[in-house]
């Protein structure tokens, strides 16, 4: 070591270098002032993380700098129901969605639980729309004018598939924490599965006739595929996402939904 990166009053001024060819007693005693102040600090940190409400945060940045603290959060993860008790059910700030390990964050499973609870009303057609970039959802400049002309039809339901939180009802779409979390797409094909999974279940509870799937880029894909392990075939009908204009996307809904009213 050329440097000692920490700023503490014991390290203050001198090298490793310098402090290595020290004798041992004032060497020991130089390490372990260090020692006793970087576990002052990190405590600090940690206090002050959980009267912000980013505890977890804090966890996370930790468990990428060692394997074994991986491994410990890992452990803490299996204990989320404990975890969800004492978690605020509304925060003054945002969360962080960075992967698969924030899937096991509070906030993320109290969402997947209290939809699992719900018993969502029968709807005749299901609009299947990814969620991206722009929250809320609905605000999205692809599908805001989708989301617009269909909103308030008894009939249709509109569902947004989600990285952090898989199926996103419109209704639950500006609600905490779905609006405010910042989400990394991290282009992890187990943890598309996973949320697909999710949003097959919660489509299959609504009893649709009709599915229409704006399919975007892998994650779209996964939907797909998992609706049809639980849906039959001819209720699904997907679009790729990329290439979809609103106005003809909005033509064939109308068309479709015509179409069931007739056959009524
Ligand atoms: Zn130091």
Same mark, same amino acid.
């Given at each position: 070591?050329?440097?000692?990166?920490?700023?503490?009053?014991?390290?203050?001024?001198?090298?490793?270098?310098?402090?290595?060819?020290?004798?041992?007693?004032?060497?020991?005693?130089?390490?372990?002032?260090?020692?006793?102040?970087?576990?002052?600090?990190? %405590?600090?940190?940690?206090?002050?993380?959980?009267?912000? @409400?980013?505890?977890?945060?804090?966890?996370?940045?930790?468990?990428?700098?060692?394997?074994? !603290?991986?491994?410990?959060?890992?452990?803490?993860?299996?204990?989320?129901?404990?975890?969800?008790?004492?978690?605020?059910?509304?925060?003054?700030?945002?969360?962080?969605?960075?992967?698969?390990?924030?899937?096991?964050?509070?906030?993320?499973?109290?969402?997947?639980?209290?939809?699992?609870?719900?018993?969502?009303?029968?709807?005749? *057609?299901?609009?299947?729309?990814?969620?991206?970039?722009?929250?809320?959802?609905?605000?999205?400049?692809?599908?805001?004018?989708?989301?617009?002309?269909?909103?308030?039809?008894?009939?249709?339901?509109?569902?947004?598939?989600?990285?952090?939180?898989?199926? *996103?009802?419109?209704?639950?779409?500006?609600?905490?924490?779905?609006?405010?979390?910042?989400?990394?797409?991290?282009?992890?094909?187990?943890?598309?599965?996973?949320?697909?999974?999710?949003?097959?279940?919660?489509?299959?509870? !609504?009893?649709?006739?009709?599915?229409? %799937?704006?399919?975007? @880029?892998?994650?779209?894909?996964?939907?797909?595929?998992?609706?049809?392990?639980?849906?039959?075939?001819?209720?699904?009908?997907?679009?790729?996402?990329?290439?979809?204009?609103?106005?003809?996307?909005?033509?064939? *809904?109308?068309?479709?939904?015509?179409?069931?009213?007739?056959?009524?």
């Amino acid at each position: 070591m050329e440097e000692f990166p920490c700023l503490c009053q014991a390290c203050a001024g001198q090298t490793p270098r310098e402090v290595a060819s020290l004798g041992s007693p004032e060497r020991e005693r130089i390490l372990s002032r260090h020692n006793l102040q970087a576990c002052f600090s990190e %405590l600090k940190r940690i206090r002050e993380a959980i009267r912000k @409400g980013r505890l977890w945060d804090l966890l996370e940045h930790r468990a990428y700098t060692h394997p074994a !603290l991986k491994r410990c959060l890992n452990r803490i993860a299996d204990h989320s129901k404990e975890l969800e008790r004492y978690t605020p059910v509304i925060k003054p700030h945002g969360i962080f969605y960075f992967g698969n390990l924030s899937a096991k964050r509070p906030e993320i499973q109290r969402y997947k639980w209290r939809l699992a609870g719900v018993r969502p009303a029968r709807k005749t *057609v299901v609009l299947l729309l990814p969620g991206r970039w722009r929250r809320p959802y609905r605000e999205d400049p692809r599908y805001r004018s989708i989301v617009s002309r269909f909103q308030d039809e008894k009939r249709v339901q509109i569902i947004f598939y989600s990285i952090p939180f898989g199926p *996103v009802p419109l209704e639950l779409d500006e609600t905490y924490p779905v609006a405010q979390t910042e989400s990394l797409d991290s282009k992890d094909p187990t943890e598309y599965r996973a949320k697909a999974e999710l949003v097959a279940e919660f489509i299959r509870r !609504l009893e649709p006739r009709l599915i229409l %799937l704006s399919k975007e @880029g892998d994650y779209g894909g996964a939907v797909g595929k998992e609706i049809l392990k639980l849906i039959p075939k001819p209720k699904l009908l997907s679009t790729p996402g990329e290439r979809l204009k609103p106005d003809s996307f909005i033509r064939l *809904v109308e068309k479709r939904i015509e179409r069931l009213r007739i056959a009524d």
